[in-house]
């Protein structure tokens, strides 16, 4: 069965500083891996995506993430924290299981950004 | 491109009665998935659409259903509101499963 587990619920870091943000994954066969990002009172906005292209992926907004299968890990990164970059985090997994294919959200983290 | 849509963006019921929620995908998008987002459960999938026809269902009570029409429009209803219902409901449509989705605003929904 496939799962997504977030590592930390909340994340503060000043802005121009670095953001990460880990998420690991479990899945039987060959996932799909996903961040989105939510503001407040609004959708989900699609960050990037992983489908077994290459391993580093960009997104929008200079996040980026890299899928490392050993690890079992989809962290998301961004060199320089910006104050708009204060939102809530998802990371998703999707894939083929018995039954059909299904998709999995992370319990969410949420960045705040210090000035 | 208009995004999704999701109509309306609040509404507030009473316990017993029911609702429907609407959303409107991407144009040329055919897959409709909608999920219920609170504060203690997170994101929870309820299902999935494609071609008008069911393909995904999570794990809500029958009071939970949808449908989906030949434009690819699609419907929520809930039946014999409770509390514990009060959420967003989010709206998302897809090219194909596992391409990534595009999620609209929500409704937000308060049962009273």
């Known amino acids: 069965a496939q799962s997504v587990t977030q590592l930390d619920s909340h994340v503060s870091v000043s802005e121009g500083t670095p953001v990460l943000l880990r998420c690991n994954y479990s899945?039987?066969?060959?996932?799909?891996l996903f961040w989105y990002v939510q503001h407040p009172n609004k959708g989900l906005q699609l960050l990037l995506k992983?489908?077994?292209?290459?391993?580093l992926v960009k997104g929008i907004n200079g996040f980026e993430a890299e899928f490392k299968k050993s690890e079992t890990s989809f962290h998301l990164t961004k060199p320089s924290a910006h104050m708009s970059d204060a939102a809530e985090y998802f990371c998703?997994?999707?894939?083929?299981?018995?039954?059909?294919?299904?998709?999995?959200f992370g319990a969410g983290t949420r960045l705040f950004v210090k000035a | 491109k208009a995004g999704v849509t999701q109509t309306p963006r609040y509404l507030i019921k009473t316990r017993g009665q029911q609702v429907t929620l609407s959303c409107s995908p991407i144009?040329?998008?055919?897959?409709v998935s909608w999920y219920q987002q609170t504060p203690g459960q997170g994101l929870q999938f309820l299902f999935e659409y494609f071609s008008e026809t069911q393909r995904n269902k999570g794990n809500f009570p029958g009071r939970f259903s949808g449908r989906q029409f030949s434009n690819s429009r699609s419907e929520m209803n809930v039946s014999t509101l409770e509390l514990g219902d009060s959420a967003l409901y989010l709206c998302a449509s897809s090219l194909a499963q596992g391409s990534g989705a595009f999620f609209g605003q929500g409704t937000r929904l308060t049962v009273v």
């Open positions: 998703v997994v999707s894939d083929m299981e018995t039954g059909g294919f299904k998709t999995i």
């Open positions: 144009s040329g998008h055919r897959s």
């Open positions: 992983y489908t077994s292209a290459a391993t």
């Open positions: 899945s039987s066969y060959s996932p799909s």
